[in-house]
């Protein structure tokens, strides 16, 4: 008798093909499993009454109260994008960290930082500080290539530091909490931010000329009206952070009830600013829903995969061979993050996490890991992969934004070093896992 096992596997390479050929994600997901489907039963090896499990999952997405969490992220993110928040906080920082070579850089690496706890959306990040500082710091002389790779390493802090939209959906694919994940990840959040400042220190130290002070006429202003700024434009962002991401540590509010209030909380601070409009509020709903849309889509569509990958014995098949991989542990966290490492190049994250991880989890509970330490390194990896040339998502998030004299070679060189110092912190995570627990206990 023929075996079929590998057919689970040769889905994987289904949906590579047509997401190859530009089809939708959520659509490729669906059409493979349609079409694995139909050979499986052709061939005897599975059944269509699995397909009767489908309307239960789907209403059970519909009442998951965790996912609800991501539309109000991705709004509170969006608000402070599209109102021009986050430029005032940067040009703030930029005032502060001017007298210093490679002031500004900093100041990209910390407000980036700051986005990312207050929204935890990458794209909206990238897109904003390349908007905003990638013209300031080429006009006052700063290297193209530093300039581009602080600020899509940058941007891309949102995947770690909490409250991270990809820590939300793989507490949610692994079936742990969501807060513990996002107090696992919080040193190693800032460790990533810290070496980003360290790495722009040195370099600046020993090359003067890629990173100048901002020039006296720039940074000229009173001590007064900058402490005025800094009142007005660094502390209202701060606050908001703090409400949101306290109230989850401190176990007064759920991540999706935080998100509620992180996402009035832009409101009123759009308010404040004199930028809460009809226009501005619509382009943010407008925003919210598309990407909520398309989060939910691919949802099911990796679901009706995950049914038909489990219907073929796929998942049994991958869980026989990882779990008796040499090295044990060690062997497949190689393997588990290269692979993540490497699907990151082709696809987004949230299709990594509906369809890779639920294979990954139950060997990794098998084995005995923990999985909020888990998590937070699955969520490290997959920063790196938006970064590494040539198809990391930030990187063209960046080129899409970027002035006509950055070329696409300038962005890939620049964050080479990035990529380094993002894989320094990932062993150091995996090395000495008490990074992530050390909150925990």
């Known amino acids: 008798m023929m075996n079929y096992d590998w057919l689970g596997i040769a889905m994987f390479a289904g949906a590579l093909l047509l997401l190859s050929f530009g089809y939708p994600v959520a659509f490729s997901l669906g059409g493979v499993a349609i079409i694995f489907a139909c050979i499986g039963a052709a061939v005897g090896e599975f059944s269509f009454s699995f397909f009767n499990a489908m309307p239960s999952r789907i209403f059970g997405i519909m009442a998951n109260y965790t996912l609800l969490a991501i539309p109000y992220f991705i709004f509170l993110g969006s608000m402070l994008e599209k109102t021009g928040i986050a430029e005032k906080l940067l040009e703030t920082m930029g005032i502060i960290f001017g007298r210093m070579r490679g002031g500004l850089a900093l100041a990209v690496v910390i407000v980036g930082a700051l986005l990312a706890a207050s929204t935890g959306v990458v794209a909206a990040t990238v897109v904003a500080m390349g908007l905003i500082s990638l013209p300031i710091m080429l006009r006052y002389g700063y290297n193209k290539e530093l300039a581009t790779g602080v600020i899509v390493a940058s941007g891309t802090l949102g995947q770690i530091i909490p409250p991270s939209v990809v820590l939300v959906v793989l507490g949610d694919q692994l079936g742990i909490s969501v807060g513990d994940l996002f107090i696992g990840s919080l040193i190693p959040g800032l460790l990533m931010a810290s070496v980003f400042c360290v790495h722009v220190i040195i370099v600046s130290w020993l090359k003067p000329e890629v990173a100048p002070a901002l020039p006296q006429s720039v940074r000229n202003i ?75 889509f691919i949802l099911i569509g990796s679901t009706a995969f995950s049914l038909v990958f489990k219907g073929l014995h796929g998942d049994r098949f991958m869980e026989n061979i990882l779990v008796n991989l040499p090295g044990g542990k060690i062997g497949f966290l190689i393997v588990n993050m290269l692979v993540i490492f490497f699907l990151g190049f082709f696809i987004d994250f949230f299709e990594i996490a509906f369809i890779i991880i639920p294979i990954f989890a139950p060997v990794a509970q098998t084995l005995g890991l923990d999985l909020v330490w888990y998590g937070v390194i699955v969520g490290a990896n997959l920063q790196t992969s938006f970064l590494t040339p040539p198809f990391g998502f930030a990187l063209f998030y960046l080129r899409g934004v970027a002035p006509p004299e950055v070329k696409t070679e300038d962005i890939y060189r620049g964050v080479i070093p990035f990529i380094l110092l993002q894989l320094l912190v990932l062993v150091l995570i995996i090395t000495f896992p008490q990074l992530v627990n050390v909150l925990l206990s």
């Open 222 to 296: 009173g001590s007064t009206e900058l402490v005025q700024r800094v009142i007005k434009v660094m502390l209202p962002p701060l606050g908001l952070i703090i409400i949101v991401l306290g109230s989850i540590f401190f176990g007064i509010a759920t991540p999706t009830e935080a998100g509620a209030v992180g996402s009035l909380g832009a409101i009123i601070l759009a308010h404040f600013n004199g930028q809460l409009n009809w226009s501005a509020l619509k382009n943010v709903c407008d925003a919210t829903m598309r990407i909520t849309t398309m989060v939910i």
